[in-house]
């Protein structure tokens, strides 16, 4: 994430880095994983300056069953 820097510097950019992490670890925590299919995952880069994968990796997620009262 690009925020600007010196003088033009995003001042919500520490707590977008904060928020980033927490959302990531929650993700983590409240959510089991799989991938869609058993396929070996294809790791080959885009050519656009972000570095894209050229085909996305496509997962399910399933809340664990003690978020279920939490989440529903």
Aim: glycine share 6%; charged share 25%.
């Amino acid at each position: 994430m690009t925020f600007g820097f010196g003088r033009r510097a995003c001042p919500a950019a520490s707590m977008a880095q904060r928020v980033a992490g927490l959302t990531l670890g929650s993700l983590i925590q409240c959510f089991e994983w799989e991938r869609v299919s058993e396929k070996t995952i294809d790791m080959a880069e885009g050519k656009e300056i972000n570095m894209p994968k050229v085909i996305p990796l496509e997962a399910m997620c399933k809340a664990r069953p003690i978020m279920n009262k939490f989440l529903s």
